[in-house]
């Protein structure tokens, strides 16, 4: 049986999450490259990330429920400014706050750039760190 990558993750928690949703749904699969990324992160766009391997016959079935997740995520995100769905969680480099540590780092070569991830709205450009609190769950009372 052929096994094919239908996505692939930069970290392990989104990976799983995923992994566990298509295995409740009966699809077989599994992760390839978790330990790679997980223990080396910097290797994550060396291997292509932690792939998520579906049977080659359930490939379209699993993307159809990766859909369905990734469209109900959307519109359980809400920018608190517009009110868009159009929000994604993203990588923001931090600015170094003051100009000469910043030059002393970069003379000493541990100029290491600080990333701060933040909800990013994509209609009015607004950024927030924390979500306001969801208005209906995603998941069933069962």
Same mark, same amino acid.
Not at 43 to 69: D, M, T, Y
Not at 80 to 88: L, R
Not at 118 to 135: I, M, N, Q, R, T
């Given at each position: 049986?052929?096994?094919?990558?239908?996505?692939?993750?930069?970290?392990?928690?989104?990976?799983?999450?995923?992994?566990?949703?298509?295995?409740?749904e009966g699809i077989t699969c599994f992760l390839r490259d978790e330990y790679t990324v997980t223990?080396?992160?910097i290797l994550s766009n060396a291997v292509g990330g932690i792939k998520l391997v579906v049977p080659?016959?359930?490939?379209?079935?699993?993307?159809?429920?990766?859909?369905?997740?990734?469209?109900?995520?959307?519109?359980?995100?809400? @920018?608190?400014? @517009?009110?868009?769905?159009?929000?994604?969680?993203?990588?923001?480099?931090?600015?170094?706050?003051?100009?000469?540590?910043?030059?002393?780092?970069?003379?000493?070569?541990?100029?290491?750039?600080?990333?701060?991830?933040?909800?990013?709205?994509?209609? @009015?450009?607004?950024?927030?760190?924390?979500?306001?609190?969801?208005?209906?769950?995603?998941?069933?009372?069962?």
């Amino acid at each position: 049986m052929k096994m094919v990558p239908v996505i692939s993750f930069d970290n392990y928690i989104d990976a799983n999450i995923m992994l566990g949703k298509l295995q409740a749904e009966g699809i077989t699969c599994f992760l390839r490259d978790e330990y790679t990324v997980t223990v080396d992160p910097i290797l994550s766009n060396a291997v292509g990330g932690i792939k998520l391997v579906v049977p080659e016959n359930e490939v379209s079935k699993a993307r159809v429920l990766l859909s369905l997740f990734e469209q109900n995520k959307k519109t359980a995100l809400e @920018c608190p400014q @517009c009110h868009s769905h159009n929000v994604e969680y993203i990588s923001n480099p931090a600015k170094s706050g003051n100009w000469l540590s910043a030059i002393i780092g970069f003379l000493f070569g541990s100029y290491a750039l600080s990333i701060k991830k933040v909800y990013h709205c994509f209609d @009015c450009g607004f950024e927030f760190d924390d979500l306001p609190p969801a208005k209906t769950s995603l998941f069933s009372e069962n």
